[in-house]
């Protein structure tokens, strides 16, 4: 069992950094591969970025691709969302996901944190 607390959201003008914190409770974190997903108003949730247990491997959405970095802090039981060149579709509340790494994808698990309002104005 694993809770996720996110943090870090706010709003930015584009081109703007952000960087997101997902907290996870319980010595058991490090098992994990863990996820960034987000959910603009009006639209169904989406993949942005993955992490391996290990911090080895990363997987990312297209449409982040090249602005965004995760990474993790295993000793910190946290993983972070480093955005970078924001844009105005960036807009969305970021969630955090305890999952597990596919054959070359992330599969989301059923833990999930509360979620953080990114907003990015023109």
């Known amino acids: 069992q694993v809770q996720l607390v996110e943090s870090g959201g706010g709003l930015v003008q584009a081109g703007g950094s952000l960087r997101l914190s997902c907290a996870a409770s319980?010595?058991?974190?490090?098992?994990?591969?863990m996820g960034w997903f987000r959910q603009a108003p009006g639209k169904e949730r989406e993949f942005a970025a993955a992490?391996?247990?290990?911090?080895?491997?990363?997987y990312y959405a297209d449409s982040v691709k090249g602005r965004f970095t995760i990474s993790r802090d295993n000793a910190k039981n946290t993983v972070y969302l480093q955005m970078n060149s924001l844009k105005p579709e960036d807009t969305a509340v970021y969630y955090c996901?305890?999952?597990?790494?596919?054959?070359?994808?992330?599969?989301?698990?059923?833990?999930w944190g509360q979620g953080t309002q990114v907003t990015v104005s023109s």
């Open positions: 996901n305890a999952g597990f790494i596919g054959y070359s994808d992330y599969v989301a698990g059923g833990y």
């Open positions: 319980g010595r058991t974190f490090s098992s994990y591969a």
């Open positions: 992490i391996s247990w290990s911090g080895g491997s990363t």
